[in-house]
């Protein structure tokens, strides 16, 4: 039976779990599968168990849907990178805190996002951008705005990263003084930020960039109100086993706590993917096989980007009611090709499935939730997809009470 529920404007039935939404449509398209009480969780987490304040980085799935799961669990700050952003939050969560994180910004979009939508956090990595904040908040009058929060975002080591964020963005400790002395002058708030990359394996990468922060710190003898470590905080995939997050939140309290910052400062963090992955699944259909590779109907222009362009394994699950073959039995690794004419369209893998599939056969690929279905585009006709609720688990999970326990860990890195 289908239950149905109404999250914004969007009519979403309910299904057991994957293999339910097979057995009652046989879809032709690509389904994503929501499960909002996963998302739920993660939040209760972060809100629970950080030791500060975490904003969620929009850009990782900006679905209004889940924006108002993590509200209601206690996220009230939100990383917006763009002024699309800033208006899809408002517009969702008029009483939500913004604060626009992206250290390049244009001059229209800083107006609009300080005086139309409230925003009054603002990152930035050079003088330029400083000056751009400022005369972009400056009032008719000529009076300079004094309620802004400016965080200068330092370049640090992406090493422990599955993904490297260390080359677009952030100043140098050479640059770091004379922008923290300037920024200082401008600010109500002065805050320092950065971002390990996505991904992080260690939680030994979060005490190498607050080592640098405190070396800008001292460098420029400025005060110091928040301290923002960013994202980073890793999701389960396979051949991605990190340790548990509270590893993490330990290791950023000690040497948060060791800073020389102002006895008020707040220690702030910016999870995308920690707080969405689990959000989403995709149901793909086999068209056809050939040997070990997988014909399916999406694929790099669609939820399955990171597949393709960084080579990103997701867990998959062969889904079929076939009682008289074993479906649990020999796996094979085997590749995927998207539904385009593109040869790019393509995901090496490996993805294990059971060597018996076959085309007509549905799969479904978890952990999609972070930047899969933002990242979905209409190339050559595709893209389309039908959207429901799973009850289910979801394939992998930092927060459900599974793992190991964090106490007896043996992944905490020591500070001496």
């Known amino acids: 039976m289908l239950k149905q529920t109404v999250w914004g404007s969007l009519e979403l039935h309910h299904y057991p779990d994957a293999l339910a939404v097979v057995r009652a449509s046989s879809p032709e398209q690509p389904v994503i599968l929501n499960r909002p009480h996963a998302a739920a969780r993660a939040a209760r987490f972060f809100v629970d168990k950080f030791p500060g304040r975490s904003l969620y980085a929009v850009k990782a799935n900006p679905s209004p849907d889940l924006l108002r799961v993590l509200w209601n669990e206690g996220v009230t700050h939100f990383d917006v990178a763009s002024i699309a952003e800033v208006r899809l939050v408002r517009e969702t969560l008029p009483q939500a805190t913004l604060c626009f994180m992206h250290p390049v910004k244009t001059p229209s979009a800083i107006r609009e996002a300080y005086a139309a939508h409230g925003v009054r956090v603002f990152s930035l990595d050079s003088l330029e951008e400083l000056e751009k904040i400022v005369t972009a908040t400056t009032g008719d009058d000529g009076k300079a705005a004094e309620d802004l929060t400016l965080c200068v975002r330092l370049r640090v080591s992406s090493e422990y990263s599955e993904l490297s964020l260390a080359s677009k963005f952030g100043c140098d400790l050479t640059e770091a003084r004379d922008l923290l002395q300037a920024t200082r002058q401008a600010a109500d708030s002065l805050g320092i930020c950065f971002h390990v990359g996505s991904q992080s394996m260690s939680p030994h990468a979060y005490v190498q960039a607050m080592d640098r922060v405190r070396a800008a710190i001292v460098d420029a003898s400025v005060l110091v109100d928040i301290i923002d470590v960013g994202g980073g905080f890793p999701s389960i995939y396979?051949?991605?086993?990190?340790?548990?997050?509270?590893?993490?939140?330990?290791?950023?309290?000690?040497?948060?706590?060791?800073?020389?910052?102002?006895?008020?400062?707040?220690?702030?963090?910016?999870?995308?993917?920690?707080?969405c992955a689990e959000y989403n699944s995709m149901i793909v259909r086999v068209d056809k096989r050939r040997g070990t590779e997988l014909f399916i109907n999406d694929g790099a222009y669609g939820a399955l980007f990171d597949a393709a362009h960084v080579g990103w394994r997701f867990p998959v699950k062969l889904l079929r009611d076939d009682t008289m073959v074993d479906i649990t039995g020999a796996l094979e690794p085997f590749s995927f090709y998207g539904p385009t004419c593109d040869d790019m369209d393509h995901m090496d893998g490996p993805f294990e499935l059971p060597a018996v599939i076959k085309a007509g056969d549905y799969i479904e690929i978890g952990m999609l939730g972070a930047y899969g279905a933002a990242m979905k585009t209409a190339f050559n006709g595709f893209g389309s997809t039908d959207v429901h609720v799973a009850n289910d688990e979801p394939m992998a999970s930092q927060y459900r009470g599974d793992?190991?326990?964090?106490?007896?860990?043996?992944?905490?890195?020591?500070?001496r």
């Open 238 to 275: 396979p051949g991605m086993e990190p340790p548990p997050l509270e590893d993490y939140f330990a290791i950023i309290d000690r040497t948060y706590e060791s800073l020389p910052v102002s006895y008020s400062a707040e220690l702030w963090c910016e999870p995308g993917r920690a707080l």
């Open 403 to 415: 793992r190991r326990d964090p106490r007896v860990s043996d992944n905490v890195v020591s500070l």
